[in-house]
């Protein structure tokens, strides 16, 4: 399931990681991996707040529909 279907407070492991090379790279690099855990912590109409390695990290829709849990 997409990571952009998650409501708040919902979790899941990371599972694939969809979308060109560019895109793949620039979620790798903000850490959204394989395996990675991963929380919703606020879900707005545009974007979603997740928490993941002790930080959170706000991403828009669009990419979190390439990250499937």
Do not use: C, Q, W, Y
Request: net charge positive; hydrophobic share 40%.
């Amino acid at each position: 399931m997409p990571l952009s279907m998650f409501h708040s407070g919902e979790s899941g492991t990371i599972k694939k990681i969809g979308g060109r090379e560019d895109t793949r790279r620039f979620l790798k690099n903000l850490g959204f991996v394989i395996g990675e855990a991963v929380t919703v912590i606020s879900d707005t109409k545009g974007s979603l707040i997740v928490s993941m390695k002790d930080s959170r990290i706000a991403i828009g829709k669009d990419m979190a529909g390439k990250i499937f849990v």
